[in-house]
């Protein structure tokens, strides 16, 4: 049964941080099927994925691609155009106070009052009473 180490693969990928990603990906890689490019020993998938990089059986730019494939996140499906249906119908007098089909007293144009007048006029018409 071969054995291999970290110093081993450092000299195909120096930085032990970017080998440990690498050989972490071959294994999974293993895992899903791909066909292995040495002999299994009785070894487990990581030390498979060390040795094969040991001893330069996979592509390490491949494998580096098929890297950040699986990290990267695919972006959200943009929302389907669905057609909105209203739970409550918007012509419904949902809260009593006023029917909404009702126009506004003559006397009463909406541009002409203010957030006090328009305050007080609601207080009134819940049954509050102006308020100062």
Known sequence: MAR?????????VPNRFELVLLAAQRARNISRGEQLQV???N???PVVALREIADQKVELPA???????SLS????PEPVE???LDLIDTNANIFGVMDVNEELPADMQLE?????DMEAAIAAELGGGAQE
């Open 82 to 84: 669905e057609e909105v």
């Open 112 to 116: 002409d009052v203010d957030a006090g």
């Open 73 to 76: 996140r695919a972006p959200e």
């Open 43 to 45: 070894d487990k998938n």
């Open 4 to 12: 291999v180490t970290v110093e081993d693969c450092i000299v195909q």
């Open 63 to 69: 494998l580096e691609q098929d890297l950040i494939k």
């Open 39 to 41: 002999d299994r020993d």
